[in-house]
Structure formats: C-alpha cells, structure tokens
C-alpha cells in the first residue's frame, strides 16, 4: 500500500505569491496533520482534522494560511500571499482512527523556499 | 501547559557504545509518549509508544525506552550504536483530552563515529 504522498517535494517561490501544498493520505486512514519543520522552532502543528472536520488549527500562523480536507483522502494547504518566513519544509501525516495512541504515518515532506 | 522537553540538540557515540537519549514530559494528566525517527530528507516513522501499559517499551532497531512518572521521563535506549542509528529523533507527547494532538520536542540529532 502506497504510503502519504505529498507534492510538490520542492517548491520556489517569490514573496506574495499563492502556493498551494497537497496531500494524499493512506487509504482508511481518517486523521490527517499538517506540521511545519524550521531549524528554529522545530516541528510545528499547523491544524489536524477528524473524518474531514477541522479539530484544532490553532497552530496555523495566521490568516494567509488555510487548509482544506475536500474529500476523505485528499487535503490542501494553502498560503496566500507567501512571505520569506514561511520557508520551512511541510510535513502531512494520516492515522487510522482518531484515537490518540495511534501511529501517525508521514509523507516525505514539501520544501517551500520564499525568496 | 503540557510540552515536552529534550534534553541535547546534538548527541555523538561510537560505534558499539550506549546512545542514551533525553526526553522529560510536563503534564497534569497521564500522557502518552512516542520516539520517532527520521533520516535525512524523509518524514518521520515511528520507534516506540508508551500507551499506559507496561513502563518498558520495546521498539523497532533494538530501541527502548522507559516510562518514569515520578522523573516525568521517558529517555530513548540503545545498548550498542550502528553506524545506520544516525538520524534525528524525536520525543513526543499526547493526552487523552478532547482535541490533543501529538506535541514533538524540538529534537536530537544522533552522530555514529567509526
């Protein structure tokens, strides 16, 4: 079974621009994270959902962020505009069920460079 | 607030030697605790969970860590380093409150010399 994917691996972007990072999560899997990884702050929560609903995005920097979970398998996350601080690699993971024990399964991350 | 802490960014061993890796926990309900690994330009994947069952856990590599409530700890063991051990890990932390998600440290980076 293929694992998360997530796409673009790299993107390069300039300041303002719209960037949109996305995310398939393993098949039956039900929770879906969104966490950023600077060499400052580490790994960072940006939101998590729940069979498709938003359960705590408080972790998301502000306004020009937003994520979306279209259908069960599919999430986007969304900068607009992008700023240099936003550079960070992005990581999506999926779980199956909501329980919180469970062993949370990461794609290979995206790599946002904002110049 | 509950977080977790590891202690040393950066820890180096000898091949064959003991890697002893930090992690404390800050809590006011019974946590759950998780080591993950990840190599370079991967994502994470996990090596042990502590889930209030018994307080030695036994994970993936030769791995363990124990589960000290009254040290609010859980340090990530390895009686002998391989060379393939280098990678950075991760501590992290859940609760069995609505809404928790896992909570990662800001991580340690294992160094192997030959």
């Known amino acids: 079974d293929a694992g998360v994917i997530q796409s673009p691996r790299h993107e390069v972007t300039e300041m303002g621009q719209e960037v949109t990072l996305r995310c398939k999560l393993i098949s039956g899997h039900n929770s879906l994270f969104w966490y950023r990884q600077t060499m400052m702050r580490g790994l960072e929560l940006l939101i998590y959902f729940n069979n498709n609903v938003p359960i705590d995005d408080s972790g998301m920097p502000e306004d020009r962020f937003s994520a979306k979970m279209p259908n069960a398998s599919f999430s986007t996350l969304k900068i607009q505009p992008s700023e240099p601080r936003d550079s960070a690699v992005y990581f999506c993971?999926?779980?199956?069920?909501?329980?919180?024990?469970?062993?949370?399964?990461f794609g290979e991350g995206s790599r946002l460079t904002v110049l | 607030a509950q977080s977790v802490t590891q202690l040393g960014s950066h820890v180096s061993v000898s091949e064959g030697a003991l890697v002893l890796l930090r992690c404390n926990y800050s809590?006011?309900?019974?946590?759950?605790l998780f080591w993950y690994v990840q190599y370079p330009n991967q994502g994470l994947q996990l090596l042990l969970k502590y889930t209030s069952a018994a307080t030695l856990v036994k994970g993936i590599n030769g791995f363990e860590a124990e589960f000290k409530k009254s040290e609010t700890s859980f340090h990530l063991t390895k009686p002998s380093a391989h060379m393939s051990d280098a990678a950075e890990y991760f501590c992290a932390v859940t609760f069995n409150q609505a809404g928790t998600a896992l909570i990662f440290g800001k991580g340690t980076t294992l160094s192997v010399s030959s």
């Open positions: 993971a999926s779980r199956l069920g909501t329980g919180r024990t469970g062993e949370l399964f």
């Open positions: 809590s006011s309900v019974p946590p759950y």
